[in-house]
């Protein structure tokens, strides 16, 4: 098995005496995009800035490109983009003089500042001053700095926050032909789950500190499951009858678990012989958000 | 089309001292008086014999001349900075123009705080002063009247600056800056004071301090010190609030 | 990264800043003061000097007094604004995942903002004995004029090395620029307190580094004060070891605050 580019092992944050990442054992592959999902305050921005040596871990060990981080740092972030947070800038300079700035710390040539603000599409206002930019550009900018040193991995904290949609469009296809073609390993942190979706290969999901799930999204649908309502006319005893089946009772509607299509019609003949009504049956299957809703155990209202 | 009710002064007011309310700023209000005291009194005591004039002006002298020659005016500086700091850091400036507030009521409200802020700063000067005199120094001598002259001229002259400096503040984007300015202003004001030339913030704020006549201004000069301090106040005010009033639309 | 190249990028990043600028207005307006002050020069009846060489040290302590007041405010100043453009929008994440040290960015902006200081104490020295030999003639007595100029320069050192920490330390840049605001005023009374207040303070050490003083005659039969000047020497000893003292404390606070979390 391939060295994984990110792994952790019990990595822990520990901020008055709350472990604000808690054990976190992250295994990230090479050329993959790995999309970190969780609530605010879960953990995710901390956890990146440990993964940058911005922050000191409290416990635990960090291994990056096989090599442990604390050893190795400078080697490894020469080779490590990075957005946390809101992008940093110097507000005063124009976005071509912000990237002339880390070509001179990152003894990089003028052409690669062209090219990643071509890839970035911020060619065009690069002299204007970047306190003048919009969010969106300002965003642009920190992608095209992280990009700058030609790395290989990119550690990208929310890097759509305040795109418009053609803007996360774009994005999403560089990061995704970043990976695909040069074998760039990205890790993004969203809340956007509809992002995760379409661009993660792998999905990790934080919750209080802890990673609750590591896997693909073919996996995470394993947790998938199908949701069968059945409003009937008499809920108490429609949950008698049914009890082999285990529904429960919601809002006067029994609800039944990953309830196979096959199963249905001898269910409705059981209702009907016991005299129960039907007033309406649904049947669907939990999308993604739900699904992440229920993997961390919230029940998600309906608006 | 309903007119919506504005927030108001004395709401602005309120504001603006929970701007101020866990600032650094305190503790220069606090220990630059004391500090001024303490020292000048020091001095006092061990080169009174090089003074000239009665005991109380001799102590004034020791106890406020730095103070009324820069540091009053650089507090004030360094508070007008303050007062606009969450304005520029923040990018506040939509969310104010959205607010139902009167451009004239922020302006007039933040220099309420400043005036509140130079009266704290002068009534404790004069109070330690007082106590120095009677209580550590034993002076025999009665008070004398020059002494309400501190307390009233002194807030009231450093308002001049005061509101430059608020004005400046309010135009330049950097924090540093207008104290850099008002730190310069301070000796451009010590030259005009010494050449005569009285309208000039800074020196008219050296004038409120008093630091080196032992008797009370005459008539005149009292009128001429307090229309100056007048003119800058309306002159930065309507700068001020045109400039608010463009913002905001 | 080495010096020279930290350098370029530091001054890279002051561009439409105006921060040299500042400090030559803040040097020139005081310089300008103290210009217009020695315009003319006449030895009053007085006040008495035992030299002409005490002429140039009571000269020398007049400017100490004007250094005092500036050079604290200006360290403040202008440190405060090297660090808070670092400060502003988590610009420090950005540089040292850029591989660049915080130890290099650290001296950087010290040794830029004390080579600023340094040249405003040089040109108020040159200007203040210059002006002073156009009009005496008399021979400048270097030797001693320099060593209380190194003088100056440790008191820089201390004033610095507290500013820059708290401009670090504190997001906040009133916090850094009221403490030079009470730096200055100390090192501007320090003059007149005894001496083991000059040594207890590290902007007393600017009143330290004084070459001459007045002591009172009593008055003259015609009721004015008269003054004797004496020469001052300085423990050039205590203030250096001091000055080393706080340049090991400079290196120990770049290192704690280098660990602080970003």
């Known amino acids: 098995m391939k060295t994984p580019v990110i792994k952790t092992e019990n990595l822990t944050k520990t901020y008055g005496g709350i472990n604000r990442v808690d054990g976190l054992n992250l295994k990230i592959p090479e050329g993959k995009i790995y999309g970190f999902l969780g609530a605010n305050g879960a953990g995710k921005t901390t956890t990146m800035k440990m993964l940058l040596g911005l922050t000191p871990p409290s416990g635990g060990r960090i291994e990056i490109f096989g090599t442990p981080f604390e050893e190795n740092r400078i080697e490894i972030l020469k080779k490590t983009g990075s957005i946390i947070e809101n992008p940093s800038y110097y507000g005063h300079l124009t976005g071509k003089e912000n990237l002339k700035l880390l070509e001179k710390i990152l003894d990089v040539s003028e052409e690669e500042s062209e090219k990643v603000l071509k890839l970035v599409g911020l060619y065009e206002e690069r002299d204007k001053k970047v306190k003048n930019y919009s969010l969106g550009m300002k965003q642009r900018l920190a992608i095209a700095m992280a990009l700058l040193r030609d790395p290989k991995l990119l550690i990208l904290d929310e890097p759509t926050n305040g795109l418009d949609p053609e803007g996360i469009r774009e994005i999403r296809e560089l990061l995704k032909s970043l990976a695909r073609k040069r074998n760039i390993t990205v890790m993004i942190s969203s809340h956007q789950l509809s992002e995760i979706e379409k661009i993660a290969d792998i999905i990790g999901i934080l919750k209080d500190g802890k990673l609750i799930f590591e896997g693909t999204l073919k996996e995470l649908e394993r947790y998938k499951k199908l949701k069968t309502t059945l409003e009937t006319d008499d809920g108490l005893l429609g949950l008698e009858v049914l009890s082999d089946y285990h529904p429960k009772l919601l809002d006067d509607k029994l609800v039944f678990e990953n309830l196979k299509k096959e199963e249905i019609p001898p269910l409705i003949k059981k209702l009907v012989n016991a005299g129960i009504g039907i007033y309406e049956l649904s049947h669907e299957q939990l999308n993604l958000e739900d699904l992440y809703f229920e993997i961390i155990g919230e029940r998600d209202e309906p608006k | 089309m309903q007119t919506v009710k504005r927030l108001g002064f004395c709401k602005c007011l309120e504001v603006e001292f929970l701007k101020l309310k866990n600032s650094p700023l305190w503790w220069a209000v606090l220990l630059l ?159 005009c004071y010494l050449n005569g030339f009285w309208l000039f913030p800074d020196t008219l704020a050296i004038i409120g301090i008093n630091a080196t006549h032992e008797s009370l201004p005459t008539f005149s000069e009292i009128i001429k010190v307090v229309s100056g301090t007048f003119f800058w106040v309306v002159l930065t005010s309507v700068l001020g609030i045109r400039d608010l009033h463009r913002r905001e639309s | ?87 502003k929008n988590e610009n420090w994440r950005l540089l040292i995942t850029a591989n660049e040290d915080f130890k290099t960015l650290w001296s950087v902006k010290f040794l830029t903002v004390f080579f600023l200081m340094e040249l405003t104490t040089l040109l108020f020295y040159l200007t203040a004995v210059f002006r002073l030999h156009q009009i005496l003639g008399a021979p400048i007595p270097v030797g001693k004029l320099l060593l209380s100029f190194i003088g100056l320069s440790g008191a820089n050192v201390m004033t610095l090395t507290i500013a820059q920490g708290l401009a670090v330390f504190y997001r906040n840049q009133a916090v850094v620029l009221i403490e030079g605001l009470f730096a200055s005023f100390i090192a501007l009374i320090s003059p007149l307190m005894p001496r083991w207040f000059c040594y207890l303070l590290p902007w007393g050490y600017y009143a330290l580094n004084i070459l001459a003083t007045n002591e009172s005659l009593g008055r003259g039969s015609d009721g004015i004060m008269n003054w004797k000047i004496i020469e001052l020497y300085p423990n050039y000893v205590l203030i250096f070891g001091v000055a080393l003292l706080f340049i090991a404390a400079n290196v120990a606070l770049m290192r704690a605050l280098s660990k602080r979390e970003i």
């Open chain 3, 1 to 87: 990264m080495n010096l020279s190249k930290a350098f370029n990028l530091e001054l890279y990043k002051l561009k439409h800043k105006y921060f040299f600028l500042s400090w030559l207005l803040l040097t020139v307006a005081p310089l300008a003061y103290l210009l217009y002050n020695l315009r003319t020069f006449s030895f009053s009846p007085h006040i008495h000097y035992a030299s002409v060489e005490l002429v140039y040290f009571y000269e020398q302590s007049e400017i100490v007094w004007l250094l005092a007041l500036i050079l604290p405010v200006m360290a403040s100043l202008l440190i405060s604004k090297l660090i808070d453009l670092e400060n």
């Open chain 2, 33 to 191: 008086p004391l500090l001024s005291i303490f020292i000048g009194s020091g001095s006092y005591y061990l080169n009174n014999e090089a003074l000239s004039g009665g005991a109380w002006y001799g102590l004034w002298t020791q106890v406020a001349l730095f103070y009324g020659y820069f540091f009053y005016p650089l507090l004030m500086g360094i508070a007008a900075a303050c007062l606009w700091r969450i304005e520029h850091n923040q990018n506040n400036w939509n969310l104010l123009g959205t607010l139902p507030v009167d451009a004239r009521d922020i302006w007039f409200s933040k220099l309420t705080v400043l005036f509140f802020v130079a009266i704290i700063s002068q009534v404790f000067m004069v109070a330690l002063y007082v106590f120095s005199g009677f209580v550590i120094l034993r002076f025999r001598a009665p008070l004398p009247a020059t002494t309400l002259w501190y307390l009233f001229a002194g807030p009231v002259c450093v308002m001049a600056v005061a509101s430059v400096q608020l004005y400046l503040s309010l135009k330049i984007k950097s924090f540093t800056a207008p104290i850099g300015i008002c730190f310069i202003g301070c000796f451009v004001g010590l030259f």
